[in-house]
Structure formats: C-alpha cells, structure tokens
C-alpha cells in the first residue's frame, strides 16, 4: 500500500522521460545513475588506502599460507594457524567496509527495481542483441541465470530489462571507479 503511494508520482514523472527516451535508453540512464550512486557511497565511506593495505596483507598472509601447506612443515602450519586469527579479524574488517555503502545505496536502489518492474512500459522490455553479442556476453552465464521468460520469445538472442541493466552496469561501474580512484572491493 505505501509503495502504491510512490508508484503514481513516480509514474507521473519518469514515464515523459521512459517515451522521449525510450525505455532501452532509459534503462542506460538508470545504470549510469545507480553505477555512480554506489561509486560515491563507496569513494565516501571506504578508506581506500586502509582498504587497499589490508588486501594487500590478506594476499601475502594466501600465499604464505600454501607454501606452509606445500612444505608440510608442521611447525610453519601451526605458526600459519596462530597468525589465521589475526586475519580473520582483518577479514572482518573489509566486510564492514563493504557493508557501510552497501547501507546507503540498498535501500533506493530496490525501490528503483521494484518500480522498474511494476512499470508497464519498462517491465515487458526485451533488446535484441547481435548473436556475436548474444554469446560472448551471456551464453557463458546461460546456466546460473536463464529463467524462461514469457515476453521473450523462444530462441530469440534478447534479454529483458535486468539483463540489459546488468550488462549496462559493468561498464560504467568500471568507468566510475577508474575515474573516482576507488578501489576495488574483491580479494575476500
């Protein structure tokens, strides 16, 4: 019911963007939007030089970590063992940097989705994509996550509007972090 309250405004004043735009382009503008909304969150809430030194630490404490298997030395094991707490707890530490932004940015970004798909002119998109496209991009990740779709027809190379959004995503959320110096989040 609350959420029916924000359908109307929303509606009322994306839909004359979603027709002058189209909703293929609209899904574009979406992307660069949430991709430099949690860029932000991340380039603001994240010390990315502390960020930075501990993955770099949690690398060597890896590495060191299969040489003392590879060597079987059970003295290097158990010295590996008492120093594996002490990086738990740096571990620790770079998921409650990741988490912070992710605080932020959830919350309105479900509320896009929801709405996305709640939208009648944006809910049935599907783009067509060229076959080289089609299975570069997507036959490798068919498996994890194909769910037969009612709007596309069967065979077609198409994706709906998650699909395009996602693809849309990478990019940008790689030019952003490249253009704010944000570091990346993996290594856990």
């Known amino acids: 019911m609350i959420l029916d309250a924000l359908w109307g405004p929303l509606n009322m004043a994306l ?8 909703p293929i382009l609209f899904i574009v ?3 660069v939007v949430v ?3 949690t860029t932000v969150a991340q380039k603001l809430f994240v010390d990315q030089d502390r ?17 003392a298997r590879k060597s079987n030395d059970p003295q290097a094991l158990e010295k590996m063992q008492k120093k594996q707490m002490e990086f738990m707890n740096k571990q620790k530490e770079m998921m409650t940097m ?20 709640q939208n009648a002119l944006l809910n049935h ?16 990740l068919f498996h994890m996550f194909y769910h037969p779709s009612p709007w596309v027809p069967a065979g077609a190379m198409a994706i709906e509007w998650l699909g395009w959004y996602i693809l849309c ?9 490249k253009l704010l110096g944000v570091k990346s989040g993996g290594g856990m």
Do not use: C, H
Request: hydrophobic share 60%; net charge negative; charged share 10%.
């Open 15 to 22: 839909d004359p963007f979603i027709n002058y735009l189209g």
């Open 29 to 31: 503008v979406v992307a």
């Open 35 to 37: 991709s430099l909304l």
């Open 51 to 67: 960020l930075m030194y501990l993955q770099k630490e949690m690398k060597e404490f890896q590495q060191e970590m299969m040489e």
């Open 98 to 117: 990741s988490f912070k932004p992710m605080i932020v940015t959830m919350l309105p970004i479900l509320l896009i989705f929801w709405w996305i798909s």
């Open 125 to 140: 998109l599907i783009v067509y994509l060229p076959s080289v496209a089609y299975y570069v991009l997507l036959v490798p």
């Open 169 to 177: 995503t990478f990019g940008l959320s790689f030019l952003f972090r």
